[in-house]
């Protein structure tokens, strides 16, 4: 079985001096447990925030391209550049580790720093992460700062940005765009869009779920959903249990937080912390499978994947520690009476289908 994982964010720690070509005991993801887990495609995140105190976005985003690079020196491990480089992937049993970019910050307005990453290989394109730039809005701020936004949806510039993309076979992501900007891209693209990390607005209403016209969309345009499993966005009543677990720690997550300076560093080190203090609490593996059925239900099983937001996040559903458990997706699909040809779209055929849309 292909198995495809449409989002990790290994990078980050890598990025922060951790060597992650060795075991480590702690995040969801190290070379040794992709290379012993049952995923075939993990796609790393290239990802800098616009709030960072050094504003030197590109040259941050060519360093953690970079350090993906160095991972690849591992003969088990390639980077695929283009569509052909997955499919001898595929036949030759390597670890694909393709890019991908969340946020725009990286290219700093200029298109021709797009053209940079997208001749290095870029899978897909993000224009936002939470936070919104002069020329296209996130999920985050149209919901909650909308009155400070520079550009509400998209301007010219991100037309352009989305208009490159596609035409150099990038896929566009719209996990973390806000409503008016995913229905300007939808209206303006002629390739196939994915939410590479999302669930659904309609079990967990999470400003970073889609909504049921988004997720009609999305397959009006032969494009694809990852499923996030992140407890947040699956179970809505997560949160509540979340801060009361969270305030037995506030003395452990403070000592943190004065132990590290950068913020990047604290958030990494949060995680690491409490992604075992929180397992208990996390809601079960079915309820994250609703949400894939839901989707399925809705708009066909050729649609769907996952997207697991590797070393994003602090928690995951119960039982499910790390991607040497990724295929625990599979087995409660199987317990609920899909076929071995259906789970296997699921878990990552679909994104071939979706790749194979985008280079004709």
């Known amino acids: 079985m292909f198995v495809a994982d449409l989002h990790n964010d290994l990078v980050q720690r890598v990025i922060e001096g951790e060597d992650v070509t060795k075991f480590t005991p702690h995040g969801h993801t190290d070379i040794p447990r992709l290379l012993e887990s049952k995923i075939d495609l993990e796609i790393l995140i290239i990802w800098v925030s616009s709030k960072s105190s050094d504003p030197k976005f590109f040259e941050r985003a060519n360093k953690m391209y970079d350090e993906i690079e160095k991972i690849s020196s591992n003969q088990k491990i390639v980077i695929p550049k283009k569509f052909s480089d997955i499919s001898d992937g595929i036949i030759d049993n390597k670890l694909m580790l393709p890019i ?43 919901t909650y700062n909308s009155s400070n936004l520079k550009s509400h949806g998209l301007n010219e510039f991100g037309k352009e940005v989305i208009n490159v993309c596609q035409e150099n076979k990038v896929l566009i992501d719209v996990s973390h765009i806000g409503e008016k900007s995913f229905w300007d ?32 969309e999305i397959k009006k345009s032969k494009g694809l959903i990852g499923l996030n499993p992140y407890p947040f966005f699956i179970d809505k009543s997560f949160k509540e249990r979340e801060n009361k677990e969270r305030k037995k720690y506030s003395d452990d997550l403070n000592s943190i937080e004065r132990k590290y300076s950068n913020k990047i560093s604290q958030w990494i080190a949060k995680q690491h912390f409490l992604q075992k203090k929180l397992a208990d609490i996390c809601p079960s593996i079915e309820i994250f499978v609703d949400h894939i059925e839901y989707v399925i239900n809705k708009i066909g099983i050729d649609y769907v994947g996952i997207g697991s937001d590797y070393d994003g996040l602090d928690c995951l559903p119960n039982k499910w520690n790390d991607c040497l458990d990724h295929m625990i997706i599979q087995e409660s699909l199987e317990n609920r009476g899909y076929k071995n040809s259906e789970i296997e779209k ?13 280079h004709n």
């Not at 307005?109 to 936070?131: A, C, M, R």
């Not at 699921?346 to 985008?358: C, D, H, Q, T």
């Open 100 to 142: 991908a970019m969340e946020g725009g910050e990286g290219i700093e307005n200029n298109i021709n720093n797009l053209f940079h990453f997208i001749e290095k290989g870029l899978l897909y394109f993000g224009p936002t992460w939470n936070h919104s730039l002069e020329w296209v809005s996130s999920n985050y701020d149209e």
């Open 346 to 358: 699921i878990m990552g055929k679909n994104i071939l289908r979706v790749l194979e849309e985008i």
């Open 185 to 216: 891209i939808a209206k303006i693209s002629s390739k196939p869009i994915i939410a590479s990390h999302s669930s659904v607005y309609n079990l967990c209403p999470h400003f970073r779920n889609l909504k049921d016209d988004q997720i009609e």
